[in-house]
């Protein structure tokens, strides 16, 4: 973008010419809510928007909700008006600029204070109007006039005041139908991401047996024997991490608490594949060690004993409860010997096999989900960046 000639870097065909340079409160009306004290707070009726919602909703999280009665609803309707589809609130408290675009003209209010009503009555499209808080030089306005301290504030007249650039109504809807969809497949994705993830939680307590018995809840066809009880040590050879400031920088991987640092010259001397689980720091996130590699002191390596599958391995890995096993009362650590004394069960290679195979399956799902997120995010910030002036 030019600053001289306001023009987005990126721009669909059929369009030219400058955008205009306005403020918010010359183009909506800015205004909050009449106020609602927490003990007219109802368990059901007309939603009641906080800041807390607003954030959850941005972040596609879940959130305690709260109501208020449809009688208090009109009450305070009639002072000081309805939300209308294509409306923006935004977050004036604590985590600042986070939009909520208004759907719908049904019934809701929201909270005096926190949240900023943008009253979009004069035709601007809402689905660009909600991007645009979402657009570097939104973001960076915002961040260079609220105050950091215990929490920063987003005002009305702060709102009022805020710089716009804005295109005839055909290029905003344009801009507001792509973004609309981009953030509609991204959505999607991270739906069937979590789907994976929360069915991965459930068979990772279904397919081990739990508490007081010896079979699993859920097992492939053609198993049906007892699983035996072990000490963590008796599955797996436990090493510790060690030092390599004296190598030199080549291409084998050093891994740490944080995971991958930086590579070296000098492999270990064995070439097998090893599960990584923090000493110190992050203690609760095992992930797998492609060999060859180096690990540094903060990190435990284990190697599984032969007949014993290492993706089936990296499952009870990722079944245990780290946190608990934490022996400090500062930085979170774990000692060899704590995790060699977990007692785990297991059963025969063939089974192992076959559950390790299938939960790495399911990992591979998992990450690809991811990759495509990754993309899809990247591709939405590039966006950002070059169709906002």
Request: proline share 3%.
């Amino acid at each position: 973008m030019s600053a001289e000639n306001k023009v987005p870097a990126i721009r669909f065909k059929g369009f030219s010419g400058e955008w205009i340079s306005t403020e918010l409160g010359k183009l909506l009306d800015i205004t909050s809510a009449a106020r609602v004290h927490k003990e007219e707070w109802e368990k059901d009726g007309v939603p009641f928007f906080r800041t807390s919602d607003v954030v959850s909703i941005y972040k596609g999280l879940e959130n305690k909700k709260a109501y208020i009665s449809f009688d208090l609803y009109k009450e305070l309707s009639a002072k000081s008006g309805c939300v209308e589809k294509d409306d923006l609130l935004i977050t004036g408290g604590g985590s600042i600029g986070i939009p909520y675009l208004i759907a719908s003209n049904e019934p809701l209010y929201f909270k005096d204070g926190d949240l900023i009503w943008l009253k979009n009555a004069k035709g601007v499209n809402g689905y660009f109007l909600f991007t645009f808080f979402s657009s570097q030089p939104c973001k960076r306005h915002i961040s260079s006039i609220t105050h950091i301290g215990t929490i920063s504030h987003y005002t009305i007249e702060q709102a009022k005041a805020t710089p716009i650039n804005i295109s005839q109504v055909e290029e905003q809807t344009k801009i507001g139908n792509y973004f609309q969809q981009l953030d509609a497949l991204i959505a999607q994705h991270q739906q069937k991401h979590d789907k994976l993830l929360n069915l991965k939680k459930a068979l990772l307590e279904k397919m081990f047996p739990k508490q007081g018995a010896s079979v699993p809840e859920v097992r492939f066809k053609g198993f049906s024997w007892d699983w035996n009880e072990k000490a963590l040590h008796q599955i797996v050879d436990v090493r510790s991490g060690r030092d390599y400031k004296h190598l030199s920088i080549g291409d084998i991987p050093v891994f740490g608490t944080g995971g991958y640092m930086l590579s070296v010259n000098e492999a270990l001397s064995y070439d097998e594949d090893a599960i990584g689980i923090g000493r110190k720091g992050t203690i609760d996130k095992p992930y797998i060690l492609k060999a060859p590699f180096w690990t540094v002191d903060t990190l435990f390596y284990a190697l599984p004993y032969a007949k014993n599958n290492l993706d089936f391995v990296y499952a009870i890995f990722q079944k245990i409860n780290w946190r608990q096993k934490d022996e400090s009362t500062g930085v979170p650590s774990l000692s060899k010997v704590a995790i060699n004394n977990i007692s785990v069960f297991a059963t025969d290679e063939t089974e192992q096999t076959k559950i390790g195979n299938f939960f790495k399956n399911l990992d591979t799902l998992l990450n690809q989900h991811q990759s495509q997120l990754k993309k899809l995010n990247n591709i939405k910030q590039a966006c950002l960046e070059k169709m906002f002036v």
